[in-house]
């Protein structure tokens, strides 16, 4: 491939990305927690899932069956507030387009989302992931690749459920990590910290999971095919909800008549 060509698929790789990541008109999220206390229920280390509003998201939404799309590293105060005095960045993420970049949390303060705490890690290793992830910032992703991208303009492709999730690794390798959650999983792998077990059956022991999902575990391992929805299903991260993290009273709450609430809700 000359340079030139090589140029203008990478230009046109890049639109289709900047296409993939236009919002979704009418999106309204169901239960956005209060940014403060989301702030405040993080600790460094965390994932933070999102439920995208993207051409992308859905697309990633369909293709694993999960309200997830997106997952980003909560890193505290490891990183510096901005030279012009704006917000500090709290989160690393991986963007189509943009690669490995670190945003504010407040990003994220109109979405639904999900705290994933990985239990039991150590303080040294809790260090070793961060600094992983800031090591990576301004990593850039190859995007010449059209035939990766373009499948994700097909938000409901018409394959078997079982084949879905395998379409997020197709292709040349590089926007399928700049759409998952690959170097968050790779990051945890270099501590050793686990995301999914290996599923072992036993005789005479019935099991809830279904044969296309123990296949699906068993054979996904390399960190470039984890999706943001393996972190809330791993049994080895704890789900934080900001709402109840610091005490919920439910006698506290104030309840609408019911049919002052469909009034209001006519109105």
Known sequence: MSKRTGRLLDQLGRFLAR????????????????????HRSLAPGDILLVEGNTHLSAAVKYLTQSTWSHAALFVGDALPVPEDGGERPRLIEVNLGEGCVAVPLSKYRTYNTRICRPSGLTP???????????????????????????RYFLPQPPVPVRWRRRMLAL???DPTRAICSSLIAQ??????????????????????????????????????????????LSPYFQIVKPTLNFGFDYKALHWEEAGNAIEAEAG
Request: zero cysteines; hydrophobic letters at 35%.
């Open 19 to 38: 296409r993939l990541q236009k919002e979704s008109s009418g999106y309204q999220p169901y239960t956005p927690s209060d940014p403060d206390v989301l």
């Open 124 to 150: 040294e290793d809790r260090a070793a992931i961060i600094a992983f992830m800031i090591e990576r910032i301004g990593l850039k992703y190859d995007m010449r690749n059209i035939f990766d991208l373009m």
């Open 171 to 173: 292709g040349s390798g």
């Open 187 to 232: 990051a945890l792998q270099s501590v050793r910290y686990p995301i999914l077990p290996r599923i072992k059956e036993r005789p005479g022991h019935a099991s809830a999971q279904s044969t296309y999902s123990r296949q699906e575990i068993l054979l996904i391992r390399h960190h470039s095919l984890y999706t943001p929805r393996d972190f809330d």
